[in-house]
Nanobody, 123 residues
Framework: QVQLVESGGGSVQAGGSLRLSCAAS????????MGWFRQAPGKEREFVAG????????AYGDSVKGRCSISRDNARSTVSVQMNSLKPEDTAVYYC????????????????WGEGTQVTVSS
C-alpha cells in the first residue's frame, strides 16, 4: 500500500509559477510510474504530467505542454511538477498518483492517489 502526500499548492497570480511535490511512503517507489492529474469544479479529472519508474520517459497533457516539467527522485521517494506561466484556467485541485504497470495518461490506470492540493490562479 502506497501513501501519497502532495504539497506546494497555493494562490498565485497569472504568469506566476508553482512547484508541486508528492512524497510517497509504504511501497517501493522506484517500481511505480507516477502521474499528476487535476480536477476543477464541475470538470473531469485531467492528466497533467507523468513520468516512468526511472524517469526515462515523461508525458504531458496538451493544456500544460511547454509550461510544465515533471521530475522524480527515487532516493527520496518524491515526484515534483514545476508549472510556469500559470493561467486562471489552471485553477484546480492537483493530485499525485502511482501506477504499478506503466506510464499512462488515464486516471483509471493509477492505483494509488493522494488527497490533492489546491492551486488557485488569479487574473
Amino acid at each position: 500500500q502506497v501513501q501519497l502526500v502532495e504539497s506546494g499548492g497555493g494562490s498565485v497570480q497569472a504568469g506566476g509559477s508553482l512547484r508541486l511535490s508528492c512524497a510517497a511512503s509504504g511501497g517501493t517507489f522506484s517500481s511505480y510510474a507516477m502521474g499528476w492529474f487535476r480536477q476543477a469544479p464541475g470538470k473531469e479529472r485531467e492528466f497533467v504530467a507523468g513520468i516512468s519508474w526511472n524517469g526515462g520517459r515523461t508525458a504531458y497533457g496538451d493544456s500544460v505542454k511547454g509550461r510544465c516539467s515533471i521530475s522524480r527522485d527515487n532516493a527520496r521517494s518524491t515526484v515534483s511538477v514545476q508549472m510556469n506561466s500559470l493561467k486562471p484556467e489552471d485553477t484546480a485541485v492537483y493530485y499525485c498518483a502511482a501506477d504499478r504497470e506503466r506510464l499512462s495518461r488515464s486516471s483509471r490506470d493509477y492505483e494509488y492517489w493522494g488527497e490533492g492540493t489546491q492551486v488557485t490562479v488569479s487574473s
